[in-house]
């Protein structure tokens, strides 16, 4: 039987959130939204578009991993600053337990950019899909580990409906075969970060870059701080790179971004490889 990791322990907290949330926003009330009849913009677009950074910069205060990395960074300030940068899109964390966020910090980065935003949080059921919606996400996150097959179907299926894409996030090659799926998403992120003991390694990125099939734009997530990097990746078929902590520890964190902006514009230019 595999160990217990940190998102069992995230997860079992969720699902008490939504019973609780659920009560006091249901589902109906969500679809009044001023969010849920307007259409998404495209992740899948903005990493891809030529000579962009493919940068998707993250809003995270605080990590299991790390504890308070930014406790009083703006939202406006910071995801605009980011924007104004050249990142290609937002993540926003909205989870409050362990990461220090809320639906109001997307729904003000929204307020205040025009790029795609990635709602970062730990999906496990319909509702949270629909409150993505209603709080101006572009893009949903499945994760694969705590995920069945059948359940990524029919969450990923939902978002699509709703003109969501879907970042699926795996952690190994057996993660990524059972949970494949062309018809519920379609961008597939490698996380870097093992759930076990919080190392960070590229490796995991390099090492199943071939095994994801070209048609999704490859993602990958955590431990990633420079252009160096950055172009190992795409050499290997990378176009979204997602950066926290390494903008987030910085008290101007939307500054580490435009830096890094510029040293990525110095790599040699890239070729599409999405099919
Ligand atoms: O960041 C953590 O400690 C963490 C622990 C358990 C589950 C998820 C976690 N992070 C979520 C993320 O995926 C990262 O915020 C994202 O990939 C950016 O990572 P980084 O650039 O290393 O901050």
Known sequence: MSQATILDTIVTHKRQEIASRR???????????????????????YLLREGGSGLIAEFKRKSPSKGWINQYAPVERTTLGYMQAGAAALSVLTDTEFFGGKNEDLTTARRFNFCPILRKDFVVDEYQILEAKSIGADAVLLIAAVLTPQEIDSLGRLARSLGLEVLLEVH??????????????????????????????????????????????????????????????????????????????HARPERACAALVQEIAALPKIESVVA
Do not use: W
């Open 172 to 249: 190994d090659g057996e993660e990524l075969a059972r949970s494949i799926n062309a018809d519920a998403v379609n961008l597939i992120g490698v996380n870097n970060r093992n759930l076990h003991d919080f190392s960070l390694s590229l490796d995991t990125s390099m090492a199943l870059a071939e095994a994801i099939p070209n048609e999704f734009v490859k993602v990958s997530e955590s431990g990633i701080s420079t252009a160096a990097a950055i172009g190992q990746l795409r050499e290997v078929g990378f176009r979204g790179f997602l950066l926290g902590e390494a903008f987030m520890r």
């Open 23 to 45: 009560e006091l926003v249901p589902t109906k009330l969500l679809e009044t939204s001023l969010y849920f009849n307007s259409q998404p913009l495209s992740l899948r677009k």
